[in-house]
């Protein structure tokens, strides 16, 4: 099935499973900036069969993108589960799956103070081309980061996928999508705000603030009041 129609299912599993919570009063982002709506994989992430449904959803737009990594590895700690379930398909699915041949790769939250660097950041270290995944970004702080990490250990970051990208400028102007170029990897969204808010049903009280929200903070304009 082609990702052009996979999307729109992907696009329903989001709204369908709650992903995108809304609020009548804001809520402070990890960013600190202040919003009336949030982006929450969590409860994705903590169901088998969700979480199952979803690595699906994301193997589908690898195999659509024709990415060839070796290893895939979640943004500690948000994505950790993700990473592991869809490295742990990926491998399954090639002839070549044996002994050695695919690391299963998960970052720590919190380094160990001693040890080898490889050690102290990763209970398995990422091998190969590595493609590493976020579930949402906002200004893509802790994204950048884990790039600049694997960078410093030469691990090859070969692109980063996000589930959801919210749209949004940085503080110093630039897209999510831009900082993430400058580091000399790919970027991919598999959904993004601008395509889904319009498709929740809004309060017109808060598709006001949210229009407001993006007049201050989005990379786009977005309209959901007539």
């Known amino acids: 099935m082609k990702w052009e129609k996979e ?8 709204i369908e499973n709650n992903v995108i919570g809304l609020f009548k009063e804001p809520i402070v982002l990890k960013s600190g900036r202040l919003s009336y709506w949030y982006v929450n994989w969590r409860n994705i992430a903590a169901d088998v069969y969700l979480l199952d449904k979803l690595t699906d959803y994301l193997l589908s737009y690898i195999d659509f993108l024709n990415l060839k990594p070796n290893c895939f590895y979640g943004v ?4 950790s589960k993700l990473g592991i379930i869809t490295q742990f398909k990926w491998a399954k699915r090639h002839k070549n799956y044996s002994v050695g041949v695919f690391t299963l ?23 190969g081309k590595v493609i590493i995944l976020e579930d949402t970004v906002t200004t893509g702080d802790s994204l950048v980061g884990t790039i600049k990490e694997l960078k410093k250990i030469g691990i090859n970051s070969i692109a980063a996928i996000v589930l959801t990208d919210r749209n949004e400028l940085r503080d110093d102007g630039k897209s999510v999508e831009e900082v993430i170029l ?45």
Do not use: C, W
């Open 7 to 14: 999307k729109i299912n992907f696009n329903n599993f989001i």
């Open 76 to 79: 500690p700690e948000g994505a």
């Open 105 to 127: 790769s998960m970052g720590r939250g919190l380094q160990k103070e001693h040890g080898d660097p490889k050690d102290r950041f990763f209970l398995g270290t990422p091998d």
């Open 182 to 226: 400058e580091q000399g990897v790919k970027y991919y969204a598999m959904s993004n705000a601008i395509e889904l808010l319009p498709n929740l049903k809004l309060d017109k009280e808060i598709a006001k603030k949210i229009e407001e929200y993006f007049e201050k903070y989005g990379s786009k304009e977005i309209r959901l009041t007539n």
